[in-house]
């Protein structure tokens, strides 16, 4: 069955940095445009990254350009996100998304994983 498997997440200090990962399964993981969503306390889920199934194009939003980068490694079948120069405003639930548009639409999510940027 479908698995994506987030891991990495933590308790940082306000300019430090964290890696996640996402190990995907069950599915052709080189098809599929991978992305990294995350959800505050009482805010909706916003897309914070996003690499395409060919190309590796990258998209960020506003808030973490030039601190995150996404990457993905198609022969390990995980996507990762690196997190540099964390702000308090970073915390929140991170997760993974992995889609492939088409005839069908797909689309997977993992179980998210926590980051929280305290002093």
């Known amino acids: 069955q479908v698995q994506l498997v987030e891991s990495g997440g933590g308790l940082v200090q306000p300019g430090g940095s964290l890696r996640l990962s996402c190990a995907a399964s069950?599915?052709?993981?080189?098809?599929?445009?991978m992305s990294w969503y995350r959800q505050a306390p009482g805010k909706e889920r916003e897309l914070v990254a996003s690499i395409t199934s060919v190309g590796g194009v990258t998209n960020y939003a506003d808030s973490v350009k030039g601190r995150f980068t996404i990457s993905r490694d198609n022969a390990k079948n995980t996507v990762y996100l690196q997190m540099n120069s964390l702000k308090f405003e970073d915390t929140a639930v991170y997760y993974c998304?992995?889609?492939?548009?088409?005839?069908?639409?797909?689309?997977?999510w993992g179980q998210g994983t926590q980051v929280t940027v305290s002093s």
């Open positions: 998304n992995a889609r492939r548009r088409g005839i069908f639409d797909y689309n997977y």
């Open positions: 069950g599915f052709t993981f080189s098809n599929y445009a």
